[in-house]
């Protein structure tokens, strides 16, 4: 009777999205870095379409694990990877629309008795065809014992997975220490978050690409001096554990577009190149001491 149950498999007539499929997996694909992200994420999407067959072959579905746990340092691409999978889902008819919501502490945590039942639920019908992405999600488990709402949050959540198992992914996500702790912490987590996507830190060189890539986007050209520059400034950044990988590499693409802009207000008639030229002369590090 146990395979009856596995409505959370692709729909049959799913197969007319596989262009979307294909196009989204290259979007993955493109993405800075993450070669481990994009194997883990791959498999699964291998895995689904089998389900898919099998089901088709009258066979029972193989386990799977729906609900995930992302484990990374800030700006390691995890929300971006969370919306792709959603979607990707979606395309092999897993999810009905694969759109993500995205929670935190405060968004499922009540400030009184009654009110965070109520608030949790909400944020999980909003999600509910799609992924519900809960950052930080480690918040909702108390540091220092006694009463904290934050355990009912987890306490509805858990039932709210259960009753519509077959309707949403949930992703938390968070600093890997902290989401090994938050999955211990309670029996129903550990039961449904049985695999987790290790998210790794840029290298000096992927935060130079994402500068670059960034740089594409908004038509302008790192020239090859700036590269040195960038290359150089990344191997020196001190990477705590607040440091903000991408994020931090979008800043610095930012002012350099701010540098550049006051460089090229200096000239009469600047060229094309020079309009669209960043060059080692825009990256200033006392600027970028308080992009972190």
Same mark, same amino acid.
């Given at each position: 009777?146990?395979?009856?149950?596995?409505?959370?498999?692709?729909?049959?007539?799913?197969?007319?999205?596989?262009?979307?499929?294909?196009?989204?997996?290259?979007?993955?694909?493109?993405?800075?870095?993450?070669?481990?992200?994009?194997?883990?994420?791959?498999?699964?999407?291998?895995?689904?379409?089998?389900?898919?067959?099998?089901?088709?072959?009258?066979?029972?579905?193989?386990?799977?694990?729906?609900?995930?746990?992302?484990?990374?340092?800030?700006?390691?691409?995890?929300?971006?990877?969370?919306?792709?999978?959603?979607?990707?889902?979606?395309?092999?008819?897993?999810?009905?629309?694969?759109?993500?919501?995205?929670?935190?502490?405060?968004?499922?945590?009540?400030?009184?008795?009654?009110?965070?039942?109520?608030?949790?639920?909400?944020?999980?019908?909003?999600?509910?065809?799609?992924?519900?992405?809960?950052?930080?999600?480690?918040?909702? %488990?108390?540091? =220092?014992? !006694?009463?904290?709402? *934050?355990?009912? /949050?987890?306490?509805?959540?858990?039932?709210?997975? &259960?009753? $519509?198992?077959?309707?949403?992914?949930?992703?938390?996500?968070?600093?890997?220490?902290?989401?090994?702790?938050?999955?211990?912490?309670?029996?129903?987590?550990?039961?449904?978050?049985?695999?987790?996507?290790?998210?790794?830190?840029?290298?000096?060189?992927?935060?130079?690409?994402?500068?670059?890539?960034?740089?594409?986007?908004?038509?302008?050209?790192?020239?090859?001096?700036?590269?040195?520059?960038?290359?150089?400034?990344?191997?020196? %950044?001190?990477? =705590?554990? !607040?440091?903000?990988? *991408?994020?931090? /590499?979008?800043?610095?693409?930012?002012?350099?577009? &701010?540098? $550049?802009?006051?460089?090229?207000?200096?000239?009469?008639?600047?060229?094309?190149?020079?309009?669209?030229?960043?060059?080692?002369?825009?990256?200033?590090?006392?600027?970028?001491?308080?992009?972190?």
């Amino acid at each position: 009777a146990g395979p009856r149950r596995a409505a959370a498999v692709p729909r049959a007539g799913a197969t007319s999205k596989v262009p979307e499929l294909a196009d989204l997996l290259g979007q993955l694909d493109d993405l800075v870095g993450m070669a481990r992200v994009k194997r883990d994420v791959g498999t699964m999407v291998k895995l689904v379409q089998t389900v898919k067959r099998r089901r088709e072959a009258g066979l029972a579905p193989p386990p799977m694990s729906r609900h995930l746990v992302f484990a990374g340092n800030p700006g390691t691409g995890k929300t971006t990877v969370a919306r792709l999978y959603g979607q990707l889902l979606a395309a092999l008819g897993m999810l009905e629309r694969g759109h993500l919501i995205e929670v935190d502490r405060g968004t499922l945590v009540g400030e009184y008795v009654g009110h965070t039942a109520p608030k949790t639920q909400a944020a999980f019908r909003k999600a509910l065809g799609g992924v519900l992405f809960i950052d930080e999600a480690y918040a909702l %488990v108390p540091t =220092g014992g !006694g009463t904290d709402f *934050g355990q009912e /949050a987890i306490s509805t959540l858990v039932k709210l997975m &259960e009753d $519509h198992r077959d309707e949403v992914v949930v992703i938390v996500a968070g600093y890997p220490d902290e989401m090994r702790q938050f999955v211990a912490a309670n029996p129903g987590l550990s039961s449904r978050f049985s695999r987790t996507l290790t998210f790794e830190d840029y290298s000096s060189v992927e935060l130079v690409q994402i500068v670059e890539k960034q740089a594409s986007r908004h038509q302008y050209h790192v020239a090859e001096n700036g590269r040195a520059a960038l290359l150089s400034y990344f191997d020196g %950044v001190l990477r =705590g554990e !607040g440091f903000g990988n *991408g994020r931090f /590499a979008r800043k610095v693409f930012q002012m350099m577009t &701010e540098r $550049h802009a006051a460089r090229i207000a200096e000239m009469d008639a600047p060229s094309t190149a020079e309009l669209s030229t960043l060059e080692a002369d825009d990256l200033h590090v006392d600027d970028l001491e308080v992009a972190g």
